[in-house]
Nanobody
């Protein structure tokens, strides 16, 4: 059974940084792409960043390029999202997601319960 547990969400001032973590279990982590999604107030869930199974290919939503970095540690079965220069519009519940294959282009399914990130002064 796929389990994804996110952590690291918090209240942070604009311009600040946060690092989100996702612990995965129930599948062979090193063979699947992973991603971070987010859902802001009154908005649909959107892809923030994706990473392939071995971590050498990544994709980002335009709004976070240059500010967010996705990474993974296959030995620890964890995926991370380093978020820098945070803006109020980054406020959302952030979800970790498992890919359908090793390539993030195949899409994602199985989300965790989410972690709240609030950017406010």
């Amino acid at each position: 059974q796929v389990q994804l547990v996110e952590s690291g969400g918090d209240l942070v001032h604009p311009g600040g940084s946060l690092k989100l973590e996702c612990t995965a279990s129930g599948f062979i982590f090193s063979t699947y792409a992973m991603a971070w999604y987010r859902q802001g107030p009154g908005k649909e869930r959107e892809l923030v960043a994706g990473i392939n199974s071995i971590g050498n290919r990544k994709t980002y939503q335009d709004a976070v390029k240059g500010r967010f970095i996705i990474s993974r540690d296959n030995g620890k079965k964890m995926v991370y999202l380093q978020m820098n220069t945070l803006k109020p519009e980054d406020t959302a519940v952030y979800y970790c997601s498992k890919g359908r294959s090793s390539d993030y282009l195949s899409g994602f399914h199985s989300w965790g319960q989410g972690t709240q990130v609030t950017v406010s002064s």
